[in-house]
């Protein structure tokens, strides 16, 4: 007799192991990436983003600060205190939840896993419910909305705690849209996705 729970182990380890797959190539790809291929990378992401936030109204959004390798959006962030826009950026906690702190001066830190994090008073993860839009980051989106993060689950469980939830865009490499990724129950979808050359709607 089959025991239904050894092919819901097997889906899942397979889905385990496309995730892994589709990280490492997608690691690769960015790590590979001149310098001067990602300085136009972040000149038309920057572009791309204002044009968003300024189509969209968005007078309060989220953000995050960069690691080597992923969409630059310091570019963008400086635009967004140019233009007025009030901006929190994301600060891990032991619990596997968001804080938030107000963009500021740029004066940083290294937080957990090597990731920058912003310095200031900070805003409990229900602070994302108050913003007209949270651009996050990704390893790869596909066209349902299913967002495939780095597998820590930080930006997951804190839209699943909070009550209001904003639009909520990732921000990718445009080779970093698939037609399809393994997804699981607790994937939060995101309404839409962000690349240097367009806007995905889901």
């Not at 940083?108 to 980051?137: K, N, S």
């Amino acid at each position: 007799m089959n025991d239904p729970s050894t092919g819901a182990s097997r889906t899942a380890a397979a889905g385990a192991a496309d995730k892994r797959g589709i990280r490492s190539l997608v690691r690769a790809r960015r790590l590979a990436r001149d310098e001067a291929a990602r300085e136009r990378i972040g000149e038309a992401l920057t572009e791309r983003l204002a044009r968003l936030v300024s189509d969209r109204g968005a007078r309060r959004i989220a953000c995050y600060l960069p690691v080597a390798g992923e969409p630059d959006t310091r570019g963008f962030l400086a635009w967004a205190a140019e233009a007025g826009v009030e901006t929190i950026l994301p600060s891990s906690r032991e619990d596997g939840l968001l804080d938030w702190v107000p963009a500021g001066d740029g004066t940083t830190a290294t937080g957990a896993f090597g990731i920058p994090e912003p310095l200031g008073a900070r805003l409990p993860p229900e602070a994302l419910g108050g913003v007209d839009l949270a651009l996050v980051p990704a390893c790869a989106v596909d066209g349902r909305g299913v967002r495939l993060g780095w597998g820590r689950g930080y930006f997951d469980r804190t839209l699943a705690a909070i009550g209001r939830r904003p639009q909520v865009f990732a921000v990718v490499h445009d080779d970093e849209v698939f037609e399809t990724l393994p997804s699981e129950p607790h994937d939060v979808p995101v309404a839409g996705a962000v690349t240097p050359e367009r806007v995905l709607l889901f």
